[in-house]
């Protein structure tokens, strides 16, 4: 198992965030509810293929009182150009009423509640603490996966394990800053297909780019 030294993650994480310091949620809402809603859309979509519909769901159906009594055929028709739209559509119906009926309208900010929701896992969950109620968190998503194992953060063959990892190198305080930090990265550089390490500032210390120009050599 080979990582880098907690001397160089810190040095990582401080490189990642003077390169993306407005790194944040891609996702457009306006409440905690809505941004619980986008997180379950994202499952399998682009942020801005989500951004796309919930323009139209949100200006009509802002809330999980409005959501709760719509019909799920109206919820299909508005985000049918998003993956698995009618199992999303199912999730959302129901989880809008169980948050009216069960918490008031209002998201639970409880992991163990949040995982109960229809259509919500650990990622969700993790995400809508983190954006939504400023919990430190760590959600892996396929970006955090692969660039934290490129670089050499952590060393592990799943998700679950590289949250795990992660929080146990990473301070806690850095948990939110670097989930964004990781997804900005994998999206603008180190994307999956082609990680562009002779225009990354990682190039030095990342365990992917050395093992990469020993092969070279
Ligand atoms: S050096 Fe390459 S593999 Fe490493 S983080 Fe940068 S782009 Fe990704």
């Given at each position: 198992m080979t990582v880098l030294t907690k001397k160089k993650v810190?040095?990582?994480?401080?490189?990642?965030?003077?390169?993306?310091?407005?790194?944040?949620s891609e996702l457009k809402y306006d409440s905690i509810f809505q941004l619980l809603v986008a997180v379950v859309l994202s499952a399998q979509a682009t942020d801005k293929s989500v951004n796309l519909v919930t323009k139209e769901l949100f200006a009509k159906y802002p809330d999980a009182e409005s959501i709760a009594v719509i019909e799920e055929e109206e919820?299909?028709?508005?985000?049918?150009?998003?993956?698995?739209?009618?199992?999303?559509s199912k999730n959302i119906v129901r989880l809008a009423r169980i948050i009216n009926d069960k918490y008031n309208g209002e998201v639970p900010g409880?992991?163990?509640?949040?995982?109960?929701?229809?259509?919500?896992?650990?990622?969700?969950?993790?995400?809508?603490?983190?954006?939504?109620?400023?919990?430190q968190r760590i959600a892996v998503d396929t970006h955090v996966f692969r660039v934290a194992n490129r670089i050499g953060i952590v060393d592990e063959q799943n998700v679950l394990k590289t949250e795990l990892s992660?929080?146990?190198?990473?301070?806690?305080?850095?948990?939110?800053?670097?989930?964004?930090?990781l997804i900005w990265h994998g999206r603008r550089v180190c994307e999956a297909r082609r990680p562009r390490c002779s225009d990354c500032r990682l190039n030095e210390i990342c365990l992917y780019a050395k093992n990469k120009t020993k092969k070279a050599l």
């Open positions: 810190l040095n990582v994480i401080k490189l990642l965030e003077e390169m993306y310091p407005e790194a944040g919820l299909q028709r508005i985000i049918k150009s998003i993956g698995l739209y009618k199992t999303k409880d992991y163990d509640k949040l995982i109960q929701l229809p259509g919500v896992g650990r990622k969700t969950a993790n995400v809508v603490l983190a954006n939504g109620f400023g919990v992660l929080m146990k190198v990473v301070p806690e305080e850095k948990w939110i800053s670097l989930h964004h930090c």
